[in-house]
């Protein structure tokens, strides 16, 4: 069904079913809230856990009474429970509003698969009249619908002929124009949600900053104490940070330290095609291309393929990732510098959904920052002064030796411990050097030259290379020939960077280098220049794919359930996680659950999914 003919806005109700436009007004206030132990056994029976995670039961006793709640929450910090299990346990439909199709359709696989009742209303939707009919029964726990649905007066008419339980809104930082994703529909929603005074607001979202949150609460309507912040930091994810050499070969190299599936970020529609095809040669995983200048049917097969995979990898630009909500994929790369902060904890957020050990792997390059800057001229005066903020917290967060998960958490306003043990830098510590003096001398080299030449011809100043360029304009002449000592040249590559990175030196129009930023500072020694101790070459990095990849791949009993999962995803047209998680796999490979009772208490497996599958796992557990 296409938008054109979609019976909504127009003809909703269609003549027969006028009638419900008088329908008595149904009684939405709400019912007490359920005890404990029903909300435990609920919690087990449904989703298979044994526990909330988190803030997930502040969240979910919150709903539960009926108070309206922010809920900001990490990725993968399991916020879908937090209303959906609320759906389960209320009376009446849960309505979710959610800004993707995709998304929505993503979370119905998932719902359905415990045995919730579950309906999406959208243009792509060709059950709608059976969805309309169940939700008028009562008989739905969640109907998903976009946010421009949700503000027509129609909509509002068919909500009120059934029992609303819960208004859940994802995404919430859509609502706000201080959110980095602003969408206007959002804004429509306030009117329909005052139409149902009774019904608890639950707004969920992974980021927003302090403006975002205060914004979003009250354009919902949500009281102050009704915001609940759980941390920033995804301790599964491992976090490095390097200078990028030969890309393809680091990427490689990556690809090939993590065999589940991954997303590499590229700058640009030309790099994605490029490092796609190589990376296909040289790995032998299936690799991927995604971008805005694919047709459209091509992008979807491509992240059909994506999703549906245990070990592909999708070289793509950002405009891969919003709204797909594969909770295993492994690991995150960067081939280049991302926009700011908050695009790099996104990006890197899609790893590990599923709290399995994950990697974000970033190669960043001086030529980055210049382009960066490049662009930076192009934009408006206003918002100049804030995109330069941006990106001096990103060349922070690369250029530093203290521990890269304790920066960006600061960033966010948090103050977590100075050591996380779980990124490059705690791992392997770096020196940090004063590199002062060898930054005067290079500034200075830059600024006698005529702030036209580019490292190369620099060098080669500073070194005394008599070449004939060096020759012909004289340089042999100024007092900074051969000036660089022997010690200093293995770092001058590095230092360059970490100027161009702090914006010291510039890129000009033609390649060549300028004095930028704070170098008057550096050159009257006012300033000082820490840098990293450059690695001594990329040294071989074996030795930990194994707690990377906590998957017993190889293990015969492990495999054989894999493989039962894949047959079963086949069957049923869905991808392998909405069967089971890999943690859940885990836990049976090791537990060996003997009975039907037994596999019911393994993480993850509730009562819905214990019925169709369980028979089949322990066929399986029992040849082992
Ligand atoms: P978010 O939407 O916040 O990114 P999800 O709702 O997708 O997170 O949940 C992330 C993962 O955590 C899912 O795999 C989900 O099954 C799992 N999860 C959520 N709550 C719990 C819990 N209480 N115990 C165990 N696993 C959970
Ligand atoms: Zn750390």
Redesign the pocket.
């Known amino acids: 069904m296409t938008d054109d003919d979609w019976p909504y806005e127009t003809t909703f109700y269609g003549d027969d079913d006028a009638q419900d436009l008088y329908a008595p007004a149904i009684d939405q206030t709400p019912a007490p809230a359920p005890d404990p132990a029903q909300v435990r056994a609920a ?1 087990q029976e449904t ?1 298979g ?5 988190g803030v ?1 039961d502040q969240v979910v006793e919150r709903v539960l009474n009926g108070h309206s709640t922010l809920a900001v ?9 937090t209303y959906q299990l609320p759906a389960v346990l209320l009376e009446g439909t849960c309505v979710v509003v959610s800004p993707l199709i995709a998304l929505m359709h993503d979370q119905l696989r998932s719902a359905r698969a415990n045995g919730i009742r579950a309906a999406t209303l959208t243009s792509a939707d060709a059950d709608w009249r059976e969805t309309l009919d169940a939700f008028r029964a009562g008989q739905l726990d969640l109907l998903y619908i976009a946010p421009e649905r949700a503000s027509q007066p129609a909509f509002r008419d068919l909500l009120a002929s059934s029992r609303i339980a819960l208004f859940a809104i994802d995404e919430a930082h859509c609502v706000s124009e201080w959110g980095h994703d602003f969408r206007p529909d959002y804004r429509l929603l306030r009117p329909l949600l005052d139409a149902f005074p009774h019904v608890p607001r639950l707004a ?1 979202t ?1 980021t927003a900053d302090h403006h975002t949150r205060q914004d979003i609460l009250a354009q919902l309507g949500i009281a102050e104490d009704g915001l609940i912040v759980a941390g920033f930091d995804r301790p599964n994810i491992r976090y490095a940070i390097r200078p990028r050499d030969s890309i393809a070969r680091q990427l490689k190299g990556v690809i090939d330290e993590n065999p589940g599936p991954g997303i590499i970020y590229a700058p640009t529609r030309a790099r994605v095609e490029q490092l796609a095809e190589t990376l296909a040669a040289q790995t032998g995983r299936r690799v991927l291309p995604y971008h805005a200048g694919l047709a459209p049917e091509v992008r979807a097969r491509n992240q059909a393929a994506f999703v549906a995979s245990e070990d592909m990898v999708m070289v793509a630009t950002v405009a891969f990732g919003m709204g797909i ?1 594969k ?1 295993d994929v492994r690991f995150v790369a960067h081939a280049g510098i991302p926009k700011s902060i908050e695009g790099y904890y996104q990006e890197t957020g899609r790893a590990g ?3 399995d050990p994950s990697v974000a792997v970033m190669f960043w390059g001086a030529d980055d920052f210049a382009r960066a800057r490049m662009r930076l001229a192009e934009v408006d005066e206003a918002r100049q002064q804030s995109e330069r903020q941006r990106l001096e917290a990103l060349a922070r967060l690369i250029e530093t030796a203290d521990c890269r998960r304790a920066v960006l958490l600061r960033h966010f306003g948090e103050s977590p411990p100075a050591r996380c043990g779980n990124c490059d830098t705690c791992l392997e510590p770096v020196d940090v050097i004063d590199a002062t003096t060898l930054a005067r001398k290079l500034l200075s080299a830059v600024y006698r030259t005529g702030q036209t030449y580019g490292l190369g011809h620099l060098e080669k100043v500073l070194m005394g290379v008599t070449d004939e360029r060096v020759l012909q304009r004289g340089h042999d002449q100024l007092s900074v020939f051969g000036i660089l000592r022997e010690e200093e040249k293995p770092i001058l590559k590095a230092l360059a960077r970490a100027l161009q990175a702090r914006g010291s030196l510039v890129p000009t129009e033609h390649g060549g280098l300028a004095l930028g930023g704070d170098a008057r500072d550096i050159l009257k020694g006012e300033a000082a220049v820490m840098i990293v101790r450059p690695p001594k070459k990329e040294r071989a990095r074996r030795g930990r794919s194994a707690d990377q990849t906590p998957n017993p791949v190889g293990d015969p009993l492990f495999d054989a359930l894999r493989e039962l999962r894949r047959d079963l995803a086949r069957d049923q047209g869905v991808p392998p ?1 909405v069967i089971f ?1 890999d943690a859940t796999l885990r836990e049976m490979a090791s537990a060996r659950p003997a009975t039907l009772a037994e596999l019911g208490s393994i ?2 497996v509730g009562t819905r999914k214990l019925d169709a599958y369980g028979e089949e796992f322990l066929h399986v557990l029992q040849q082992f």
């Open positions: 919690l989703f856990f044994s526990g909330f995670r997930q929450m990490p990725t993968g910090a399991g916020k879908s429970l969920l992974a909500d909770p959904r599923d709290g996680y998680h993480t993850g």
